[in-house]
């Protein structure tokens, strides 16, 4: 066997690989059910994410959030915790990201950096309390994170009518200038598509994922808490700390992600009626992804394309967007029952091995 | 006097917004007890609010069976749509929390996406002209103050406190519910005694995807009269927080639930009586989940769970 096959049959590949095939499978039934044409819907997502520049330069845009979530998730993963968080942490980011973009005045040079960074210590901070929670009083993850996305929608939007939105309006005024974060002439060569130093910030900040659960001692102790908590704390490393440290710089991740999406694309902040949901999808991401940052780069693109191609299957297949979420929740299921996926490749696996026996 | 009449209002108002927490955190109790984390509630809700919408609104025509024939399948549908949880967490042993996150995702995509398909693109059902009507015990309902408090309610109010007693009963008087118990806590022995623990644990998720799913079709069949993607928004995980409160215990788990009613009991009088000038709207929004936080944070330590809670069980492992 060539080594590109051996690579394709490693359980670590195909079962990602088999769960989206199978959440696409999923997708095209409920289309079936629907009196929809699978085909047609897949190809009119396609051919939206692909047909002009604009189009693909916005997906670049939709594929940017998605990093830096499943970045989040991700790391979190890493340490043991499940964070649905993201999507709060987020929200965090965007809130006081805008708060500094709008309120605060400073060069440009100044400025973006300060709104970036506020973003991200919101999100951090929002991350760490349910970090705080599970280890000193044992309050499971899910459930704190989840009431916290909650809280954080609240909590944002009393920021924006009270100090942020002016009266009779339903979104805040507009960031100074020197808050943005955009890049015009990139804009400009993609038909004004919304593209923005963010993507550069989302690459860069999986590269510090890599470093720094791979290659420092803090990220030793952070994986070394993941895979087993006991024996970490019996080595001597402070699991709890550990804990609360995963949840805040998984929080940093998300809220960085929420502080880009303001400053890069919209330049201000509408009052949210309903959760943005990046995070949630970060989640997907994450999964898929394999928890690497090479995956959460390539699940990013992966659900980038299907969420911002959703509005195309509508346009031309007459599919509601909300078929996505279908696809999406049938591959984060096939994932966490991956023996499922198995047991469905079991025949095929289980021929390749007598071949090699022969 | 005035005092009197906002206390009644709050203890009416709290039962109304308890009985879909009860039902949820009762069905969490079926699946947890024996040993599967039930994660995904909000999405059984969700799958009860829609079917009990959607098929109420189909009949209409029926007059005030049709809120009754909804919430029938609601059970039926919530119970089904319990199943690829069983399959996922029980046969093939997945992260029963992941698994969980996926059913509810699940849930939130697909009722939006069949409503729209049924409703002509409309992201709601339209408003509903059958739902449930208030009961009022006769004799009882008509006492002063307590009368409208306590027996003044939807029927499903009702029904939600029978299913508490219920449940008790079926938990520590019935073989079924000792079996239930001892396959969350020990499956092993159990299993050398010859309980059927695979069984058990469907069992279980599926009675408890018809019961959350009883608490979704309450609230789209009494409070908001129409689905939409707002319908649920949470209470599912304030439920499990409620089972938790509860301490897994049916009699707990309802009165954990009717604490959380308050919250957003307080949400609808804040409004009815013009506090908004001295709290602002959203942080009586935010009350319900920021309570769950801070309930959980003081009581969890001394809660106990089920010992096999989240482990799934080998046919003969030791």
């Excluded at chain 2, 301490?247 to 604490?259: E, N, R, S, T, Y």
């Amino acid at each position: 066997m060539n080594r590109l096959a051996q690579i394709f049959v490693k359980e670590s590949i195909l079962v990602p690989v088999v769960a989206i095939i199978l959440g696409l499978v999923t997708g095209a039934v409920a289309m079936l059910a629907g009196g929809f044409d699978p085909l047609l819907a897949y190809q009119s997502l396609l051919k939206k994410v692909f047909g002009d520049l604009y189009n693909f330069g916005e997906t670049i845009r939709q594929i940017t959030p998605l990093i830096f979530t499943g970045l989040s998730v991700a790391f979190a993963f890493r340490t043991g915790l499940f964070n649905i968080g993201a999507e709060g942490q987020f929200i965090m980011g965007m809130v006081a990201s805008v708060y500094v973009g709008v309120m605060v005045d400073l060069p440009f040079y100044l400025h973006a950096p300060l709104a970036l960074i506020a973003g991200a210590l919101a999100g951090g901070l929002w991350g760490a309390i349910a970090g705080w929670l599970k280890a000193f009083r044992g309050v499971h993850e899910v459930i704190t994170t989840i009431m916290l996305n909650w809280t954080a929608l609240y909590f944002c939007n009393y920021i924006l009518n009270t100090f942020l939105v002016p009266k009779g309006q339903q979104r805040s005024e507009e960031i100074k200038e020197t808050a943005y974060i955009s890049v015009q002439w990139l804009s400009e060569m993609f038909g004004n598509a919304r593209l923005h130093w963010g993507t550069l910030l989302a690459l860069v900040a999986a590269v510090v994922f890599y470093v720094l659960l791979w290659k420092t001692k803090t990220g030793f102790e952070l994986r070394a808490v993941g895979f087993n908590p006991h024996a970490s704390e019996y080595a001597g490393m402070n699991v709890n700390r550990n804990v609360i440290n995963a949840m805040l710089i998984g929080g940093l991740f998300a809220g960085l992600g929420g502080a880009c999406e303001v400053l890069g694309v919209f330049h201000y902040q509408a009052i949210l009626s309903a959760m943005p949901g990046y995070g949630f999808d970060g989640i997907a991401v994450a999964l898929i992804g394999g928890n690497t940052a090479i995956g959460v780069i390539l699940g990013a693109i992966l659900f980038g394309v299907l969420t911002y191609g959703a509005a195309g299957m509508n346009f031309g297949a007459g599919v509601p967007v909300e078929l996505i979420r279908v696809v999406i929740a049938s591959v984060i299921f096939f994932v966490a029952a991956h023996g499922i996926v198995k047991y469905i490749l079991k025949p095929l696996l289980s021929r390749k091995k007598e071949k090699e026996v022969l | 006097m005035d005092v009197l009449q906002i206390v009644s209002n709050l203890v009416h108002d709290t039962i109304v917004f308890s009985t879909a927490l009860i039902f949820a955190a009762l069905g969490g109790l079926y699946s947890e007890r024996s040993g599967v984390v039930n994660i995904a509630l909000e999405g059984m809700m969700i799958a009860g609010a829609f079917t009990g919408a959607v098929v109420t609104f189909f009949m209409q025509d029926m007059g005030a069976l049709a809120p009754w024939i909804g919430l029938a399948a609601a059970i039926v549908v919530g119970a089904a749509f319990a199943l690829p949880h069983a399959v996922a967490s029980i046969t093939f042993k997945a992260d029963q929390v992941v698994s969980g996150v996926a059913l509810n995702f699940l849930a939130a995509g697909l009722s939006v996406y069949l409503t729209k398909i049924i409703f002509d693109g409309a992201g709601q059902t339209q408003t509903l002209a059958t739902v449930f009507t208030k009961w009022n015990l006769p004799g009882l309902g008509d006492l002063p103050v307590v009368g409208y408090a306590l027996f003044q309610a939807y029927p499903t109010s009702f029904l939600a406190f029978l299913a508490v007693a219920v449940t008790w009963y079926i938990m520590y008087k019935t073989p079924f519910g000792l079996r239930l118990r001892a396959v969350g806590e020990h499956p092993r022995a159990a299993d050398t005694a010859g309980v059927k623990v695979k069984r058990i644990r469907y069992t279980a998720v599926m009675i408890s995807g018809a019961l959350a799913a009883m608490g979704g079709a309450t609230i789209a069949l009494t409070t908001t009269s129409n689905f939409s993607h707002n319908t649920v928004s949470g209470q599912g995980f304030i439920a499990l927080a409620a089972l938790i409160f509860g301490k897994w215990h049916p009699v707990g788990a309802m009165g954990a639930a009717l604490f959380f009613g308050i919250a957003q009991a307080l949400k609808g009088l804040v409004q009815v009586y013009e506090l908004t000038a001295y709290i602002p709207i959203e942080f009586i929004y935010m009350l319900p989940y920021v309570l769950t936080v801070l309930v959980l944070a003081g009581v969890v330590g001394r809660a106990k769970a089920p010992a096999a809670l989240g482990k799934p069980y080998e046919t003969g492992s030791r």
